[in-house]
């Protein structure tokens, strides 16, 4: 028997990539045979990690895992395997944002919604990242056992050397504000660029904003981000644009706080990247932020912009406060931890089997 890993796409650096590659470190280590075979296999990524799907050959005894998170042909062809079906589900952004901003995003969006529902009574079992994906999953007719497992997060690969121009720059004990995720509009940059005017007029005239991401493909949305600062009349916001990863652990470095206003994750990565690097977190209360946040860093349940600026200038006075938030970060982030995950994810198996 085998355990197969499935995915429309895989790179270097992408959540649901390096949640495959922690699971197929984790059954090689329990003496499975394994593989990883994905549809797109982005460059740089090598042979030994992914093989182009065609190469996938399965046998009836074999559990074939299937990464979903968007649409494709894949959420089709992967019925034909004649196998034990898993799916790990990653959860759909709503098309609806990406309206106006681009389409070909938005019909992605939307026939991922069609997939997933149309594999509704063809897995036999779902792991799903959060509680919020499992509600997901049921309200789109899954009648099969689902579990829940957080996305599995290398923390080794963030101990690696930071990019070092970025902390000579940046870290001059200036406030750092950071994002760290997609320019997309699901995120709301709008919501942190406002909540960061606030701040830099009314607190700390020397603050700066760090949008960490790449915005390929969500140009027009970058284009009405630059318009609604120039509107603002706010400076000392970067945007980074694609960057190495050796450059995002420097940003996390000199970060003071990290500002979230998405409405919609299925997780968050990001957040737990932040409590590994002990920067206080402020994110707004939506789908699985607080389920992730699991009681630490501060939720606000309102956008409003002046009083989150206040809850970030509490937070920079108040020393006893900061690290009250990032003492109950750190309580959080040991749930997270591979061990805990592992014994977790072995008990599903075993019960799957």
Request: aromatic share 12%.
């Amino acid at each position: 028997m085998r355990i197969i890993q499935l995915l429309s796409n895989i790179s270097y650096g992408d959540a649901v990539s390096n949640d495959a590659i922690a699971l197929n470190n984790m059954f090689q280590k329990w003496g499975y045979e394994t593989g990883i075979y994905a549809a797109h296999i982005n460059e740089g990524v090598d042979d030994s990690i992914a093989k182009k799907e065609e190469q996938l050959k399965v046998k009836k005894d074999d559990i074939l895992m299937y990464h979903f998170c968007i649409g494709n042909e894949l959420n089709y062809r992967v019925v034909n395997y004649s196998c034990r079906r898993i799916l790990i589900y990653h959860n759909i952004t709503p098309p609806t944002f990406f309206r106006g901003i681009n389409h070909s995003w938005e019909l992605s969006c939307v026939e991922g919604i069609k997939g997933a529902r149309f594999l509704a009574d063809k897995m036999d079992y779902c792991l799903a990242d959060s509680e919020f994906n499992k509600r997901d999953l049921i309200k789109m007719g899954y009648k099969c056992p689902i579990d829940v497992l957080p996305v599995l997060i290398p923390f080794e690969d963030y101990k690696k050397e930071k990019e070092q121009k970025v902390i000579e720059q940046f870290g001059d004990g200036k406030t750092n504000i950071i994002f760290v995720g997609r320019i997309a509009p699901n995120k709301k940059h709008e919501d942190i660029i406002e909540s960061f005017a606030y701040y830099k007029k009314y607190f700390d005239a020397d603050a700066r904003l760090f949008l960490v991401g790449s915005y390929s493909g969500m140009e027009r949305y970058r284009q009405s981000l630059n318009k609604y600062i120039e509107y603002l009349e706010v400076e000392d916001i970067y945007f980074t644009g694609h960057i190495k990863f050796s450059s995002i652990l420097a940003y996390y470095g000199i970060a003071d706080i990290f500002l979230c206003m998405s409405e919609h994750e299925g997780f968050c990565v990001p957040l737990i990247e932040a409590m590994f690097f002990n920067v206080p977190i402020i994110a707004f209360d939506s789908t699985a932020i607080a389920e992730t946040l699991g009681g630490s860093g501060i939720l606000v349940k309102e956008k409003k912009h002046l009083e989150i600026a206040g809850l970030i200038h509490r937070i920079m006075q108040n020393s006893n406060l900061r690290k009250n938030i990032i003492y109950e970060q750190q309580e959080r982030l040991k749930a997270f931890q591979q061990n805990i995950l592992e014994e977790k994810l072995e008990q599903y198996i075993t019960k799957f089997l």
